[in-house]
């Protein structure tokens, strides 16, 4: 049985339904594009990486959250590393 405050306290951190670290990206590169281009395609841009990572927060909050460990950890063989010698 899971406690509330641990469910609470393991739950990804959504703004809008999204990943508040996602948002930040989306809106930093949103805001480049828009600066350096078309102010639409930034527009374009920030809605549509938003409503995808709305449908990946809903079907799994934690997708982000696994990602970014899988992102973080090292290979646990890399063959360019090997002593040939």
């Not at 600066?35 to 990486?49: E, H, P």
């Not at 995808?52 to 890399?78: E, H, I, S």
Request: aromatic share 8%; no cysteine.
């Amino acid at each position: 049985m899971t406690r509330p405050a641990a469910r609470g306290l393991n739950r990804a951190r959504l703004i809008f339904g999204i990943d508040q670290k996602l948002l930040g990206i989306d809106t930093i590169f949103a805001v480049i594009v828009a600066a350096n281009g078309s102010k639409i395609a930034g527009l374009v841009l920030f809605l549509t990486v938003a409503w995808v990572g709305r449908r990946m927060a809903k079907k799994d909050p934690q997708f982000f959250a696994v990602l970014n460990q899988a992102r973080k950890q090292k290979a646990l063989y890399d063959p360019m590393k090997v002593n040939h010698g």
